[in-house]
């Protein structure tokens, strides 16, 4: 079977284009299910039942368990084909409802993170990463993983995002300006194939340096800690959608392969519009 979860890994990353976190997850979750079974080639519901609450005994959640099922049914639909899988129900997960922060707090935000840098060139990098989060709603991921052949910017930027998707996303003249700043300032140059946004040293800027920078700024300003980088994706979408903004754009900008993904943004909208009222009407 380790010659199964091997391929089964390589058939992830590959053929399904998942990203390296996904697959590492789900032949993690391969792993323990074959050792589970103990040599069994073909598990029953009661076997699958076994293992799950095995799983919940080691303090799995309702959205960690949904997970694992569905690691398992892609690994057991890999191995034994679709009929393989006995049919199981997984548990309720309740939708989380994103937390965005205001255009303000968005933009406070940047500029203290930018106010930090150790060098000018630093500051200009920091301000850029923030705005094309906020400004263009990139995933951190996705920003990062921009190389100089970006350039020069145009009204446009090229995206490729979660399974190899290529979207295109309006640049505002602001996000331009940030990005054409930081390239001026930064002292290692910027070769079409090597990444954008560099570390001190010139290597390849970690996202933990952005997140631990976000989460210093917050606490400086006193900004909830649902303050995250991810936050100011989620920012983008709801001010966008506050302003009008269609659905099924919205999607193509996020670059969310379901619609039922970009709904969740119009449930950001209504829980908005209801603070408002019962801050602000005086029969709320």
């Excluded at 990203?19 to 079974?37: D, I, N």
């Excluded at 991921?141 to 970006?150: P, Q, R």
């Excluded at 993904?261 to 519009?273: M, N, P, R, W």
Aim: aromatic residues 6%; charged residues 20%.
């Amino acid at each position: 079977m380790s010659d199964s979860i091997a391929a089964f890994g390589v058939y992830l990353a590959r053929d399904r284009r998942r990203s390296p976190h996904t697959v590492r997850a789900y032949v993690a979750t391969a792993e323990r299910l074959v050792e589970h079974l103990g040599g069994a080639q073909r598990p029953d519901l009661n076997d699958l039942r076994g293992y799950l609450a095995e799983r919940r005994e080691a303090g799995l959640g309702n959205a960690s368990a949904a997970r694992e099922l569905s690691a398992i049914r892609a690994f057991i639909g890999f191995v034994g084909g679709e009929d393989a899988m006995p049919r199981m129900r997984g548990p309720k997960v309740a939708r989380g409802v994103p937390r965005p922060v205001s255009p303000a707090e968005a933009v406070a935000l940047a500029e203290d993170v930018a106010d930090q840098g150790c060098q000018p060139w630093v500051s200009a990098r920091d301000w850029a990463v923030l705005m094309l989060l906020y400004g263009a709603g990139l995933r951190i991921g996705e920003a990062l993983s921009l190389t100089g052949a970006v350039l020069p910017l145009g009204p446009v930027l090229s995206v490729t995002g979660k399974r190899d998707k290529t979207r295109m996303v309006p640049l505002l003249p602001q996000v331009r300006d940030a990005i054409d700043a930081y390239v001026t300032a930064c002292p290692w140059g910027v070769e079409r194939a090597a990444p954008l946004f560099r570390g001190l040293r010139g290597a390849p800027l970690n996202p933990a340096v952005v997140r631990r920078s976000v989460r210093v700024s917050r606490g400086r300003l006193g900004l909830p800690v649902r303050t995250t980088p991810h936050a100011l994706r989620h920012s983008f979408a709801t001010h966008l959608l506050a302003r009008g903004a269609d659905l099924r754009a919205l999607q193509e900008l996020l670059g969310h392969a379901s619609l039922t993904s970009t709904q969740i943004y119009t449930a950001v909208d209504a829980a908005h519009l209801l603070d408002v009222y019962r801050n602000a009407h005086p029969r709320a």
